[in-house]
């Protein structure tokens, strides 16, 4: 966790700056899938990377076919194991 420092009244307190940022960030799970071989149906599973140095799509896992994508990554959306997925 990043600490701010602002060198101005009650926003000073680092408690008061942490509460702040855990009321107003949100980190929107996104996931999308790209189709990389129409004959053989292959699909690459990507998340959006939300880290202030990359702010962008990676790659997760091997290319695999749409079912077994869903299967391995899906039940990550909303829990904090997506952000574990690279």
């Known amino acids: 966790?990043?600490?701010?420092?602002?060198?101005?009244?009650?926003?000073?307190?680092?408690?008061r700056i942490n509460k702040m940022l855990d009321e107003?960030?949100?980190?929107?799970p996104i996931m999308r899938f790209i189709?990389?071989?129409?004959?053989k149906r292959i699909?690459?599973?990507?998340r959006f990377c939300f880290r202030g140095s990359i702010d962008d799509w990676i790659i997760i896992g091997k290319p695999d076919s749409l079912v077994?994508?869903?299967e391995t990554h899906l039940h990550h959306l909303g829990k904090d194991t997506y952000y574990d997925l690279f």
Do not use: C, H
Not at 1 to 13: A, D, L, N, S
Not at 43 to 46: I, R, Y
């Open 35 to 39: 189709l990389t071989d129409k004959q």
């Open 1 to 15: 966790m990043y600490v701010i420092r602002m060198p101005f009244g009650k926003y000073r307190m680092e408690s």
């Open 68 to 70: 077994n994508l869903l």
């Open 43 to 46: 699909f690459t599973a990507e």
């Open 24 to 28: 107003e960030t949100q980190y929107t």
